[in-house]
């Protein structure tokens, strides 16, 4: 099945900083979503982004598809932005998921 | 609120018990599926449910089973419960015909002591 790797495996962050967290995956998708998991275990859709580059406030996420990866910028990071960063794939009949990013923001 | 409501939002029970975890997917949504996230595992795919039919099974273990019932709510049951068992269980819903973009519910916190 397909593979996805997510790196890096752990972050810790300065508020304020910026950060990049990368998505590689090992065949070609029409699909990619990037998902924060929060200290109390929600899982909420960050972006839904098969190819090109999409913006949320302090939140971008580029995925160039002919390239296999994707790649999600935190800018001016808060503390509420700690938590688990997943991306996912296409896999077998629903979205398989990397191992994630851990995110730390200190005050 | 991604419109997937999920119930018990914590459970802790017995080894060897059973029980069974609710879930409602966003209006419209005609697929459930449902996700087991243990710390050593990951987030796993147990099964997935297309307007009452089973769809795809992922790496569920022979004790739990799932349904999806004719309002489209979906039920997970968990029997003979051990303590590796303990995890995160979630469910999400995604359109019809649509991307295949996935919505989730907030969880079910298992312990099973």
């Known amino acids: 099945g397909i593979q996805v790797e997510q790196s890096p495996p752990d972050l810790i962050l300065q508020e304020g900083a910026n950060s990049t967290l990368r998505c590689n995956f090992s065949?070609?998708?029409?699909?990619l979503q990037w998902f924060h998991q929060n200290p109390w275990g929600q899982l909420i859709n960050l972006f839904y982004i098969p190819s090109g580059t999409k913006q949320n406030g302090r939140l971008s996420a580029t995925t160039v598809a002919t390239e296999r990866y994707s790649l999600l910028y935190i800018s001016s990071s808060q503390t509420t932005d700690s938590g688990v960063y997943f991306c996912a794939v296409p896999g077998y009949s629903t979205l398989t998921f990397g191992k994630g990013t851990m995110l730390l923001v200190s005050p | 609120d991604s419109g997937v409501t999920q119930t018990p939002k914590h459970l802790i029970t017995a080894t060897g018990q059973r029980v069974t975890l609710r879930c409602s997917p966003r209006?419209?949504?005609?697929?459930v599926y449902w996700y087991q996230q243990s710390l050593d595992q990951g987030l796993q795919f147990l099964i997935q449910?297309?307007?009452?039919?089973?769809?795809a099974k992922g790496n569920i273990l022979e004790r739990f089973s799932a349904q999806q019932f004719p309002d489209l709510h979906s039920e997970l049951n968990l029997s003979s419960l051990e303590l590796g068992d303990s995890a995160l269980y979630f469910c999400a819903s995604s359109a019809p015909a649509g991307t295949g973009e996935l919505f989730f519910g907030e969880g079910s916190r298992l312990t099973v002591l």
């Open positions: 209006s419209g949504d005609l697929s």
């Open positions: 065949d070609s998708v029409n699909n």
């Open positions: 449910y297309y307007n009452g039919e089973e769809r």
